[in-house]
């Protein structure tokens, strides 16, 4: 599939703003994002089934494609899930004051004892500077673990910052690519002579369809004259036809069909042969050889039906009818295929009973 140079534009501007959108992205994940995208837009073009596109197709695929980033797992979450109790070496020296001083005041405030008196002083005394010991060294303890739990989380949020989200490529919807063919159907004759001849499309249409119902295939080429002609007189009215892709399609059904022929006609002839060289004489083979008898009659009625089938097929038309055509023309080849296998097996069964007559008398 070839884009115009007006749809390589529209491309290449599309790319270039997505490009500015992902300027966070490290260089090496905002190539690996275009190139996403890149592949994606051949794809979806691709999937179309067609040799061009119109700038709606592209324009509509464009508008829908996004981008979406796909975040790493989170180095936050999984902090805020730790418990949120305090379990450290400073609670527990904490408590240990808390508890030594409630049990000295409650010891002294039960004991009743003169506080004037010295020995008492000193112990007060000597329990203070215990527990002002104790106090020192549970902040040293705090400050401590801080200083040590500060390089973990540091190392944290530096891996939270390394480690930055990876780019998905999305396609907003499930529909399919939005096409826009105007008011033709097919290739637009219909649609044009209606312009130039003042008639209603309708009635165009119609005459058309009632041709094709008496005529056949005469009706289908009588549509591509007018095509070929005006696609002559306004191109620009047309789609663009690949001229190479109308002589494959044109090659292959010839192929096919003259292929299957030639290939039952070499059967009967060596079969034939085979029996003239034994017995000296043809049999008398009858009704068997009656269908083997219409090969060619069936390969002309073949091309004649088929190849206005098979050259419309190749032509850009709307609404995929040219995989409907192409079909169309896939179950008459094997149709005669069929045809054309049981006439070459009725007429060898002819002659293997003409045969066994000759042997037995």
């Known amino acids: 599939m070839k884009l115009s140079s007006e749809q390589k534009e529209m491309v290449a501007l599309f790319l270039r703003k997505q490009d ?32 061009s596109v119109t700038n709606t197709q592209v324009e509509s695929l464009l508008r829908r494609m996004t981008i979406s980033v796909k975040p790493k797992k989170s180095l936050e979450s999984a902090l805020e899930a730790e418990p949120a109790e305090d379990t450290g070496p400073e609670a527990e020296a904490a408590s240990g004051v808390e508890s030594k001083g409630k049990e000295q005041d409650s010891s002294q405030d039960v004991s009743g004892v003169d506080p004037e008196d010295e020995s ?91 041709l094709g119902c008496f005529t056949g295939p005469v009706a289908i080429l009588v549509y591509l004259a007018a095509f070929a002609l005006g696609t002559q007189r306004h191109p620009g009215d047309y789609p663009t036809v690949d001229d190479g892709r109308v002589v494959v399609a044109l090659l292959r059904l010839l192929g096919i069909a003259g292929g299957v022929f030639a290939v039952s006609w070499g059967l009967e002839f060596f079969a034939a042969i085979g029996f003239l060289e034994y017995f000296g004489q043809l049999p008398e083979i009858g009704v068997w050889g009656r269908m083997g008898s219409y090969g060619a009659e069936s390969l002309l009625v073949v091309l004649v039906l088929l190849s206005p089938l098979a050259a419309l097929g190749a032509l850009p038309l709307a609404y995929r009818w040219g995989n409907t055509f192409s079909t169309i023309v896939n179950a008459g080849l094997a149709i005669y295929l069929v045809v054309i296998g049981l006439g070459v097996a009725s007429t060898m069964f002819g002659y293997l009973l003409g045969a066994l007559t000759q042997l037995a008398g």
Not at 31 to 47: F, M, T, Y
Request: glycine share 8%; hydrophobic share 40%.
């Open 20 to 51: 500015e959108m992902l300027v966070d992205l490290r260089s090496d994940k905002r190539v690996q994002a275009l190139s996403q995208i890149k592949q994606r837009i051949r794809d979806e073009l691709l999937g179309l089934g067609v040799d």
């Open 120 to 210: 008492l002083n000193v112990g007060k005394r000597e329990w203070k500077a215990e527990a002002s010991a104790l106090g020192v060294a549970a902040s040293e303890e705090v400050e401590a673990s801080e200083a040590v739990k500060e390089p973990d989380e540091a190392d944290a949020e530096e891996e939270q910052v390394v480690a930055e989200p990876d780019p998905v490529v999305e396609i907003d919807g499930d529909e399919d690519v939005a096409e826009d063919f105007g008011g033709r159907h097919w290739l637009g004759v219909c649609d044009n002579m209606s312009v130039q001849t003042g008639w209603s499309v309708g009635m165009i249409r119609f005459l058309f369809v009632a």
